[in-house]
């Protein structure tokens, strides 16, 4: 059975070396103190690793079961909820006037990686709850934020998004689920929804549905739909449950991996519900959701890629299979360990390289979150907002592309069931198509990001990428030549794409989304190398001040060559194409596919 330990000492890492939140003027940050994030990181790697880990085989394979409108979770998920409850987990970064402990969302981050590495199933319980919980927080009155954030916050209750309807999933204009006002002020709500993560389970009292409607009579499309609270449960004003609700689960779906959660199709039958932020406005407050799961989605790419690469590095240092090229390293022994195999290394470095940099750019976007939240950072806000089609997108496809490389070094134990490398790879399939398909992800980042703000923020972002390599560039000519120059080099290719697309795609807008997949994972390679850069300038600093732990900084600086040397320059590949237009895309009627 495969295990898990969570990377507390990369995180802390990131944390402070790289990214120094305790130095930072965010509000909040000066408590973030060495000591205290890891207690905090070493506390949640524990629970992750002994409880959540283990159970995350048996969600694989018990699944969920729906009986008599009830489903029921795998044996061990509600004993486990309660423990993440226990834990104050679920409202780390929530406000504490509904429970919370207000910490920062950098440090919910890091946290939310290991519960989502250790069992991406079980956590996706919690998970979606924060997303609603958000949404609610930002949109609904006080007397909604009093009546349903403690017990979301804590998780006694849970919580829904319900966007997807069977004939509408990206394009939510054409949703028919219908809203008919009420003379309270209520209104009834009517549907059905697909594809509903937790829709319906036995770890929670109530699960507050938010979900998508049109109003009676409002405009036609996307500027018809609203946003509305639908309790299972309704809730009376002294706060208890009251009567069930016309929200009720019509079936769950047999998928592909995420066995563990429950994924329901969802019908409501006049069911109560309540206006959340303005009448027809509601994919404004959806998008509250949406973007914190979009980040949390890029978190999972990287989760399941960290988790599957460990691993891989076990079996390949313990299974024996050949001798090395070289000459004999394990002599006393019938084979070497496949780790000495150049293929295989190359294997497990393009996994270490792509792990280590992804969190950090993870952690790096949950700052600019943290500094538009608590500093009101405009600048942060809008950057960050540039760069999550890239941390949902390219993190998800790169991160399930190197499920499928550890689940390859087992070559056939890799594809048995019973070494679980195959659960990695299915369940991380899912991060590739939900909260936004990645080829709309691709098209959000070329169609509307690029442009936003007369393209300010992505003007920021080479600003930050040049003002970096000017002020690190002459210190160390190693440093130059390893890390500055294909970073420069990087750059240079993702601003030239862009003036492609400027260019060309007023002309013909099919030569800017022809290419909008590979700007993406061109921009994704590019934050990578930024991330690498800025480690490498952190190691090489922590080496000239003599560091206890020299192996940690110069693994590092090796993994860190690896990527520029060996992943970076795929930003000329996407250039090339990219710059090859629409036409060849084009071509073919569609009766010739």
Known sequence: MPTYTAPTKDMQFVLHDVLKVSESTIPGYADLEADFTSAVLEEAGKLTSEVLAPLNAVG??????????????????????????????????????????????????????????????????????????????????????????????????????????????????????????????????????????????????????????????GPEGIKGVSLFIVPKFNVNDDGTLGTRNGATVGSIEEKMGIHGNSTCVMNYDEATGYLLGEEHKGMRAMFTMMNEARLGVGMQGLAAADVAYQNAVTYANDRLQGRAVTGAQAPDKPADPLIVHPDIRRSLMEQKSFIEAARAFILWGATMIDASHRADDKDADGLVSLLTPVIKGFLTDVGYDMTVKAQQVYGGHGYIEEWGMSQFTRDARIAMIYEGANGVQALDLVGRKLAQDGGKHVMAFFDLVKSFAKDNAGKAEAFDKDFIEPLKAASKDLQAAGMYFMQNGMKNPNHALAGSNDFMHMFGHVCLGLMWAMMAKASTEALANGTSDATFHETKLATGRFYMARQLPATALHLTRIQTGADTVMALDAANF
């Open 60 to 217: 694989d394979k018990e699944g969920c079961r729906l009986e008599n409108g009830v489903v029921y979770t795998p044996k061990g998920f509600k004993e486990a909820f309660e423990k993440i409850k226990e834990g104050g987990w679920t409202g780390l970064d929530m406000p504490e006037q509904y429970g919370g402990q207000n910490m920062p969302y950098v440090l919910g981050s890091a946290v939310g990686e290991m519960f989502s590495a250790s069992n991406q199933a079980l956590t996706m319980y919690q998970g979606l709850t924060h997303g609603a919980a958000s949404a609610i927080l930002a949109h609904g009155t006080d007397e909604q934020k009093d009546k349903y954030l403690p017990n979301m916050v804590s998780c006694e209750w849970t919580g829904t998004m319900n966007l997807t309807e069977p004939h509408c999933g990206t394009d939510l204009g054409l949703m028919r689920s219908k809203a008919a006002p009420q003379a309270d002020g209520s209104y009834k709500v009517s549907g059905q929804k697909i594809f509903i993560s937790s829709g319906e389970h036995d770890m929670a009292e109530n699960i507050i549905h938010l979900v998508l409607a049109k109003i009676e009579g």
